[in-house]
């Protein structure tokens, strides 16, 4: 087989399964483990992939990678509803004060929350502007709005300031999103801003619940926030595969799949 054909494959199967092996890829040509490695080093090169160790990934599945707020609005949309709605069960009924971080489902949380007019005497902290110009129509929730220099990509304030003013909280709960969940590395985000006010967040709270959909799983982005020993509940759409639910059984998260 010529190399440009080992090539088109390669890519092919990236496409579909997200990341390969040097084993595998040279188990299915019949060729060294030495040639794979230079066809993953012309691809990369071609930005058809990056190089990690022992394969490739998708350059879709790139560290710093960050879809766009509209793009991750769109995505997933049915299971962040259900997540959501499993969620609402978890805030306290009364008399508490509930963090909820930058991200769609905790959006689609405040949202659920305005409609079914969650929580009497119930305050909110919350540094995202998408969700505070939800919760600051209800009646019922008192909201306090976390400052520092809002992210485009995310409309949250981030940086050395938002993470500050995080520290000076201990709510009673909070309700945080991660771009990555990974059974070694932990909860993870490309941003390393956004990364700071995350780890002060988990920090701030006496109880703190993941919401994270199941494309999040196995997945490591640049920076990690948190460890799986930091959250007490994950609310997802799927069962997280063995690898993954062994380290979180043995960080002994509950799972709770919607």
């Given at each position: 087989m010529f190399a440009e054909e080992r090539h088109r494959l390669i890519v092919e199967q990236l496409a579909v399964?997200?990341?390969?092996?040097?084993?595998?890829?040279?188990?299915?040509?019949?060729?060294?483990?030495?040639?794979?490695?230079?066809?993953?080093?012309?691809?990369?090169?071609?930005?058809?992939?990056?190089?990690v160790h022992g394969g490739a990934?998708?350059?879709?599945?790139?560290?710093?990678?960050?879809?766009s707020y509209v793009v991750r609005t769109a995505i997933h949309a049915e299971a962040k509803?259900?997540?959501?709605?499993?969620?609402?069960?978890?805030?306290?009924?009364?008399?508490?004060?509930?963090?909820?971080?930058?991200?769609?489902?905790?959006?689609?949380?405040?949202?659920?929350?305005?409609?079914?007019?969650?929580?009497?005497?119930?305050?909110?902290?919350?540094?995202?502007?998408?969700?505070a110009s939800v919760l600051v129509q209800s009646q019922h929730i008192a909201l306090e709005l976390i400052g520092?220099?809002?992210?485009?990509?995310?409309?949250?304030?981030?940086?050395?300031?938002t993470a500050q003013e995080y520290a000076n909280y201990r709510a009673d709960i909070a309700f945080i999103g991660t771009n990555g969940l990974a059974?070694?590395?932990?909860?993870?985000?490309?941003?390393?801003?956004?990364a700071a006010v995350k780890r002060s967040l988990v920090a701030s709270a006496r109880r703190v619940v993941l919401l994270a959909d199941g494309s999040k799983f196995d997945q490591e982005t640049l920076v990690r926030f948190a460890s799986l020993h930091?959250?007490?509940?994950?609310?997802?759409?799927?069962?997280?595969?063995?690898?993954?639910?062994?380290?979180?059984?043995?960080?002994?998260v509950e799972v709770i799949v919607a």
């Open positions: 399964d997200g990341k390969v092996t040097v084993a595998q890829l040279a188990d299915r040509f019949g060729i060294t483990r030495e040639t794979v490695r230079r066809d993953l080093a012309q691809l990369e090169s071609e930005n058809h992939l990056r190089r990934v998708a350059t879709s599945e790139a560290s710093t990678r960050e879809e509803a259900r997540i959501a709605q499993r969620a609402l069960s978890l805030i306290p009924v009364s008399e508490a004060s509930v963090i909820l971080d930058a991200g769609t489902s905790t959006e689609i949380l405040a949202e659920r929350m305005l409609k079914t007019n969650t929580g009497n005497s119930l305050v909110v902290i919350t540094h995202a502007l998408p969700i520092g220099r809002v992210r485009g990509i995310t409309g949250a304030a981030s940086g050395a300031r059974a070694d590395f932990g909860l993870s985000t490309p941003d390393p801003l956004e930091a959250i007490d509940t994950l609310v997802t759409d799927r069962q997280p595969g063995a690898e993954l639910a062994a380290a979180l059984e043995a960080a002994d």
